[in-house]
């Protein structure tokens, strides 16, 4: 069965750093651009970052630029999201979801993972 | 970047009854392949968000055949021919079409 499972999330301090991953089975992710979304305690949801396929391209939003990189490693079929200086405004649920329209096509947001909650708090 | 903004905000339907919700982009979300990249999603509270439809009016796969996406431009609408119990959640549409990528606030339809 094919799916999405991400991990990493935890509670961490403002200024704090966490690493998010997402391991993709079913897929063949080099294929595929990836994304991650997130989703404030019971607010709505906010692109943050896709990476192309090969892991060439890369883009954020700017709420996060700069603080946060996406990176893939296609042999393990995961995605990363490295979070630096995190922010209290950081605090949100984080899904990693697959474009399977192509490996330079970022619109898809075809599949979903479950989630993992980041809490920066003091 | 695109704002999108959706109406209404909260849906109150009867069940059996149809639902349309809105989705008016900022800017026109035709990409120069001539596709336009709108998207629609549904939540359910504690899960993940599921797509509805792609590319303005193509339905995913398993997605019931009372839903249907349409517009151009930058109007979009999202409607539900009979509603169902199973509807209730949160609608959001989204643009891939310019980056930033951006979502709709989401509407929250309930059963009246």
């Known amino acids: 069965e094919a799916q999405l499972v991400e991990s990493g999330g935890g509670l961490v301090q403002p200024g704090g750093s966490l690493r998010l991953s997402c391991v993709a089975s079913?897929?063949?992710?080099?294929?595929?651009?990836m994304n991650w979304v997130r989703q404030a305690p019971g607010k709505g949801l906010e692109w943050v970052s896709s990476i192309s396929g090969s892991g060439s391209n890369t883009y954020y939003a700017d709420s996060v630029k700069g603080r946060f990189t996406i990176s893939r490693d296609n042999s393990k079929s995961t995605l990363y999201l490295q979070m630096n200086s995190l922010r209290a405004e950081d605090t949100a649920i984080y899904f990693c979801?697959?474009?399977?329209?192509?490996?330079?096509?970022?619109?898809?947001?075809?599949?979903w993972g479950q989630g993992t909650l980041v809490a920066v708090s003091s | 970047d695109v704002v999108l903004t959706q109406s209404p905000l909260s849906l109150p339907v009867t069940l059996g009854q149809p639902a349309s919700i809105s989705c008016r982009s900022s800017?026109?979300?035709?990409?120069?392949?001539?596709?336009?990249?709108l998207n629609w999603f549904y939540q359910r509270p504690g899960q993940s968000p599921r797509r509805l439809i792609y590319?303005?009016?193509n339905r995913d796969s398993g997605v019931p055949a009372r839903f249907s996406g349409s517009g151009s431009g930058t109007d979009f609408t999202l409607k539900i021919t009979r509603v169902e119990a199973e509807d209730v959640g949160v609608y959001y549409c989204m643009q891939g079409t310019k980056w930033p990528l951006t979502f709709g606030q989401g509407t929250k339809l309930e059963i009246k």
């Open positions: 979801a697959l474009s399977s329209c192509g490996s330079d096509c970022y619109s898809g947001f075809d599949f």
């Open positions: 079913g897929f063949t992710l080099r294929t595929y651009a």
């Open positions: 590319k303005v009016s």
């Open positions: 800017q026109s979300l035709l990409f120069s392949d001539g596709n336009t990249y």
